[in-house]
């Protein structure tokens, strides 16, 4: 495999599938050892993305299984689809455990791609949305659970990842990247409905020794005379990475049909209250929000803290006294929309639905229960995951989903852990993965709660949750504090904080509105002892603003200081498209994130060190070739013109500069604003009739501040002061 331009080159490639016998004998099929090829050109291979030619290869040799390999070759693209079928023409029924339908092992000439794998990154996405994304370099430390709970709530049980340097492994998909040439190979899996999947990479001795794709079937059982077909996989060998990943994630959404969706604004309970709410708090909240944020937020979300038990729904507990409707009621009534948190495939061990149906829960193979979950906070402290195969667990959780949308009037949901649904147990459906029976959880929670209701997904493999959540968790919890300490313990991190929700969110802004909506958790912006301090917040407000994706605040409004819930308010309107890591590749954590506009382009630079750092601008990194005049938003400073670069000063430690980038015209231009993070980018602020100097100002709500407009002989503010529009007079020069 190679690209047209012979700058990358893949070979020899192989496929292989591990099965066990009925009679418990193990066996592991691999192309190149089993031989008796059989091969057929194909000229409309038919795959999720439509039909292209291919190629068809099966393997048959003395075992009583075969694999059929099937490949097709997107035209005008260095590109592909592949998958691999094991037959089962064996005596009785076989169980499947993983398929692979494209891998290299050990042979030359391996990988060649520039300078070699010293020089390379790995980016990984990540199983959950809690999971560890971004960049290492291969021969870096990464990350592995330290023991069972962060490999259990946090990751893929059956990923097989590494501390080692030279071994990385990634869910779904994996990209190994040249950053100085430019250059990279991806692969990724596009259907994710039955299995999950991952890509796993080994350096060792000086050598490129395995890089292949692994398709989880989890023992899924397959009948004599029937087969299993993996997931599908693309392949891509690009010059550019950033355009390879954005391309994959589009391919993905189509293969999965990904929901179309808008992002939304609103309040929720969590990061103050946490579990201690109650109904006189979600009302006294519901005033100030109506007081203060009616017509500027849509939702209103009530989070974990008013069930009696994990895994009871629709019984309220004894803090919440009136009919959950009444209080969904109240919430429409107060003009937004009504949201709720819950754990749909999780139950306590404790919890009446448990004790009434036992048999309802995924178990090992020796008849215990799975471990999904534990917390002193829930009743029972243990948690077990909810077997989504079952028909009464199908039956229970359509009746509960109806409840809460048709009965209580629910328009959002938030479903959360729900990574339970595919930890690996045994099923009563034994042909189905862990994969298929969350996606079929997911599926019958769609179902009931109709095409209008909102889901949000959290905790959730990303694989499965294409197609039926509406907006996926894509970070660890944020927190008020920067970073916790449990990270260094579990090895994996997954801790909530500041570091490393916004790590996540950078890592992973090119699935925004391709696989669903973005949700990069709730914003919080209070002053606390131990918590996050003002540079920190800043940044925190930045990045959210620049992802475009869901905002939702956190606080008792009604303690918030006046000048934190005005920042909330200046990110208000959220951009139409998020902005891009243009440095993703080259550390774990960017510190660059830029959103190309017209006139006027926004680009954050991050210090992301303990130290203060001095940070430079520079325009050609961004591809910008003409002079800017360049404003800087939490300085409230224009920084002047710049031509190619520009030092821009010593940045503390977690804090940035967020500046507008806007290419010199003829005068007047508006070259910045203190009221909005926009700046005056996305049609919010511009010069009509430069005859008579006139200033169009639209924005929603009431603002006031200063508008920065640079003329012939220099740039000075211009006070301001509006609701949603208005059209003011320049000053006299």
């Given at each position: 495999?190679a690209?047209?331009?012979?700058?990358?080159?893949?070979?020899?490639?192989?496929?292989?599938?591990?099965?066990?016998?009925?009679?418990?004998?193990?066996?592991?099929?691999?192309?190149?050892?089993?031989g008796?090829?059989?091969?057929?050109?194909?000229?409309?291979?038919?795959?999720?993305?439509?039909?292209?030619?291919?190629?068809?290869?099966?393997v048959?040799?003395?075992?009583?299984?075969?694999?059929?390999?099937?490949?097709?070759?997107?035209?005008?693209?260095?590109?592909?689809?592949?998958?691999?079928?094991?037959?089962?023409?064996?005596?009785?029924?076989a169980?499947?455990?993983?398929?692979?339908?494209?891998?290299?092992?050990?042979?030359?000439?391996?990988?060649?791609m520039?300078?070699?794998?010293?020089?390379?990154?790995?980016?990984?996405?990540?199983?959950?949305?809690?999971?560890?994304?971004?960049?290492k370099?291969?021969?870096d430390?990464?990350?592995?659970?330290?023991?069972?709970?962060?490999?259990?709530?946090?990751?893929n049980?059956?990923?097989?990842?590494?501390?080692?340097?030279?071994?990385?492994?990634?869910?779904?998909?994996?990209?190994?990247?040249?950053?100085?040439?430019g250059?990279s190979i991806?692969l990724?899996?596009?259907?994710?409905?039955?299995?999950?999947?991952?890509v796993?990479l080994?350096?060792?001795?000086?050598?490129?020794?395995?890089?292949?794709?692994?398709?989880?079937?989890?023992?899924?059982?397959?009948?004599?005379?029937?087969?299993?077909?993996?997931?599908?996989?693309?392949?891509?060998?690009?010059?550019?990475?950033?355009?390879?990943?954005?391309?994959y994630?589009r391919?993905?959404?189509?293969?999965?049909?990904a929901?179309?969706?808008?992002p939304?604004?609103?309040w929720?309970?969590?990061?103050?209250?946490?579990?201690?709410?109650?109904?006189?708090?979600?009302?006294?909240n519901?005033?100030?929000?109506?007081?203060?944020?009616?017509?500027?937020?849509?939702?209103?979300?009530?989070?974990?803290?008013?069930?009696?038990?994990?895994?009871?729904w629709?019984?309220?507990?004894?803090?919440?006294?009136?009919?959950?409707?009444?209080?969904?009621?109240?919430?429409?009534?107060?003009?937004?929309?009504?949201?709720?948190?819950?754990?749909?495939?999780?139950?306590?061990?404790?919890?009446?639905?448990?004790?009434?149906?036992?048999?309802w829960v995924l178990?090992?193979?020796?008849?215990?229960?799975?471990?999904?979950?534990?917390?002193?906070?829930?009743?029972?402290?243990?948690?077990?995951?909810?077997?989504?195969?079952?028909?009464?667990?199908?039956?229970?959780?359509?009746?509960?989903?109806?409840?809460?949308?048709?009965?209580f009037?629910?328009?959002?949901?938030?479903?959360?852990?729900i990574?339970?649904?595919?930890l690996?147990?045994?099923?009563?459906?034994?042909?189905?993965?862990?994969?298929?029976?969350?996606?079929?959880?997911?599926?019958?929670i769609?179902?009931?709660?109709?095409?209008?209701?909102?889901?949000?997904?959290?905790?959730?493999?990303?694989?499965?949750?294409?197609?039926?959540v509406?907006?996926?968790?894509?970070?660890?919890?944020?927190?008020i504090?920067?970073r916790?300490?449990?990270?260094?313990?579990?090895?994996?991190p997954?801790?909530?904080g500041?570091?490393?929700?916004?790590?996540n969110?950078?890592?992973?802004?090119l699935?925004?509105?391709?696989?669903?909506?973005?949700?990069?958790?709730?914003?919080?912006?209070?002053?606390?002892?131990?918590?996050?301090?003002?540079?920190?917040?800043?940044s925190?407000?930045?990045?959210?603003?620049?992802?475009?994706?869901?905002l939702?605040?956190?606080?008792?409004?009604?303690?918030?200081a006046?000048?934190?819930?005005?920042?909330?308010?200046?990110m208000?309107p959220?951009?139409?498209?998020?902005?891009?890591?243009?440095?993703?590749?080259q550390?774990?954590?960017?510190?660059?994130?830029?959103?190309?506009?017209?006139?006027?382009?926004?680009?954050?630079?991050?210090?992301?060190?303990?130290?203060?750092?001095?940070?430079?601008?520079?325009?050609?990194?961004?591809?910008?070739?003409?002079?800017?005049?360049?404003?800087?938003?939490?300085?409230?400073?224009?920084?002047g013109?710049?031509?190619?670069?520009?030092?821009?000063?010593?940045?503390?430690?977690?804090g940035?500069?967020?500046?507008?980038?806007?290419?010199?015209?003829?005068?007047p231009?508006?070259v910045?604003l203190?009221?909005?993070?926009?700046?005056?980018?996305?049609?919010?602020?511009?010069?009509?009739?430069?005859?008579?100097?006139?200033?169009?100002?639209?924005?929603?709500?009431a603002?006031?501040?200063?508008?920065?407009?640079?003329?012939?002989?220099?740039?000075?503010?211009?006070?301001?002061?509006?609701?949603?529009?208005?059209?003011?007079?320049?000053p006299?020069?």
């Amino acid at each position: 495999m190679a690209r047209r331009d012979g700058r990358i080159r893949f070979a020899p490639l192989l496929m292989h599938a591990r099965v066990r016998r009925d009679d418990g004998r193990g066996q592991h099929l691999v192309s190149t050892v089993l031989g008796a090829r059989e091969a057929e050109a194909v000229k409309a291979l038919e795959t999720p993305l439509g039909s292209f030619p291919g190629l068809r290869a099966r393997v048959q040799g003395n075992l009583p299984f075969a694999l059929r390999m099937e490949l097709a070759l997107l035209p005008g693209q260095d590109s592909g689809l592949c998958r691999v079928v094991v037959e089962n023409h064996d005596q009785g029924p076989a169980r499947v455990f993983e398929l692979s339908p494209l891998a290299y092992r050990g042979a030359d000439p391996g990988l060649e791609m520039g300078t070699g794998y010293g020089s390379w990154s790995f980016y990984r996405t990540g199983y959950q949305s809690w999971s560890p994304a971004g960049t290492k370099r291969v021969l870096d430390h990464d990350y592995a659970p330290r023991f069972f709970f962060p490999r259990v709530v946090g990751a893929n049980p059956r990923t097989r990842y590494s501390r080692k340097p030279g071994e990385k492994a990634s869910d779904w998909m994996a990209q190994l990247v040249e950053p100085g040439l430019g250059l990279s190979i991806l692969l990724g899996f596009i259907t994710t409905a039955r299995q999950t999947g991952r890509v796993e990479l080994q350096v060792r001795y000086d050598r490129f020794r395995r890089f292949e794709a692994i398709a989880d079937a989890d023992g899924a059982r397959v009948d004599p005379g029937s087969e299993l077909a993996s997931e599908w996989l693309l392949f891509s060998l690009s010059d550019n990475p950033h355009q390879a990943q954005e391309n994959y994630f589009r391919q993905w959404a189509k293969a999965m049909s990904a929901r179309s969706a808008k992002p939304l604004t609103g309040w929720c309970s969590w990061y103050y209250y946490f579990w201690n709410i109650s109904e006189d708090k979600i009302l006294a909240n519901l005033a100030e929000c109506e007081a203060k944020l009616k017509g500027k937020i849509e939702l209103f979300q009530i989070d974990d803290g008013f069930q009696p038990y994990i895994g009871e729904w629709t019984r309220w507990n004894e803090k919440f006294p009136s009919p959950p409707k009444a209080l969904v009621d109240k919430i429409h009534a107060a003009g937004f929309k009504a949201g709720l948190w819950l754990a749909p495939f999780l139950v306590s061990r404790t919890a009446p639905l448990y004790r009434r149906h036992p048999d309802w829960v995924l178990r090992h193979e020796r008849g215990r229960p799975v471990f999904a979950n534990a917390h002193p906070q829930w009743k029972g402290r243990l948690m077990y995951a909810l077997d989504c195969t079952h028909p009464g667990v199908q039956a229970w959780l359509a009746d509960t989903i109806k409840t809460l949308v048709q009965d209580f009037g629910f328009d959002f949901l938030k479903l959360d852990f729900i990574y339970a649904a595919a930890l690996p147990g045994k099923r009563h459906d034994p042909y189905m993965s862990g994969g298929a029976a969350l996606r079929k959880g997911l599926e019958l929670i769609r179902q009931a709660a109709g095409e209008k209701t909102a889901i949000l997904g959290c905790g959730a493999p990303l694989g499965p949750a294409v197609g039926l959540v509406d907006a996926n968790r894509v970070s660890q919890d944020v927190d008020i504090r920067w970073r916790w300490p449990m990270d260094a313990v579990m090895g994996f991190p997954i801790s909530p904080g500041a570091r490393n929700c916004l790590r996540n969110n950078l890592a992973r802004a090119l699935m925004h509105q391709k696989l669903w909506v973005n949700d990069p958790d709730c914003l919080v912006l209070r002053h606390a002892a131990g918590g996050m301090n003002l540079h920190e917040i800043r940044s925190l407000a930045t990045v959210f603003y620049l992802l475009a994706g869901y905002l939702l605040i956190s606080e008792d409004l009604s303690q918030l200081a006046p000048e934190r819930l005005a920042l909330f308010e200046q990110m208000l309107p959220l951009p139409e498209r998020p902005a891009q890591a243009l440095d993703l590749f080259q550390r774990e954590f960017p510190e660059l994130f830029f959103r190309p506009g017209q006139p006027t382009s926004l680009l954050a630079v991050f210090n992301w060190s303990r130290e203060p750092r001095s940070r430079e601008l520079n325009l050609s990194k961004l591809g910008i070739e003409k002079p800017c005049h360049v404003f800087e938003y939490w300085s409230q400073q224009y920084l002047g013109q710049i031509e190619r670069t520009r030092n821009l000063g010593v940045v503390p430690a977690h804090g940035c500069r967020f500046l507008a980038l806007t290419p010199v015209e003829e005068p007047p231009q508006v070259v910045g604003l203190d009221f909005h993070f926009g700046m005056g980018s996305e049609g919010v602020a511009r010069i009509s009739d430069r005859e008579g100097g006139r200033l169009v100002l639209t924005l929603p709500g009431a603002r006031q501040g200063r508008v920065w407009v640079a003329w012939a002989e220099g740039v000075r503010p211009v006070p301001v002061e509006f609701t949603d529009h208005a059209e003011i007079p320049l000053p006299q020069r």
